[in-house]
């Protein structure tokens, strides 16, 4: 009995460390949402800016920073809101692992953009980016647990 309380605690956890990952991921993502159209409207110097290669507006201003000119911290901040509910209503670690997949996949893309491509990193892209991983690993010690 002891055994089966520890292990439901244990994912337990799991879950609600993904779930608070994933409410810290909405927040950030909408704030570069705030952030995206505030470089757009006023192509500034701003506080995100800290040299060449870690400048939040070489990557805000490319044509990465958007499809079909909606703004990646929307499809950020969607990501981080299905994540929530896959969290806290769905217990199916299939589709948990599978969605944390997609999401990491993009990471993956969105940082060799950002590498390869831009030669830029963004401290707030990069602080959605490892949300999203400590999420996956999070999502893989759940899995292993159960």
Do not use: Q
């Not at 292990?7 to 337990?12: D, H, L, M, R, W």
């Amino acid at each position: 009995m002891r055994n089966l309380r520890t292990k439901v605690k244990i994912i337990n956890k799991h879950l609600r460390i993904i779930f608070f990952l994933s409410l810290a991921g909405i927040l950030l993502s909408s704030y570069m949402v705030y952030y995206h159209y505030s470089v757009r409207n006023n192509p500034s110097s701003t506080w995100c800016n800290i040299n060449s290669f870690i400048n939040c507006d070489n990557i805000l201003l490319s044509s990465y920073s958007e499809i079909a000119g909606i703004p990646l911290g929307v499809f950020g901040a969607i990501w981080f809101l299905i994540n929530v509910g896959i969290s806290f209503f769905v217990k199916d670690k299939n589709i948990l692992f599978i969605w944390c997949m997609i999401g990491l996949a993009f990471v993956l893309f969105l940082v060799s953009a950002e590498l390869l491509v831009l030669h830029s990193i963004c401290l707030l892209c990069t602080g959605v980016h490892i949300l999203v991983t400590a999420i996956f690993i999070t999502c893989l010690l759940y899995i292993r647990k159960n």
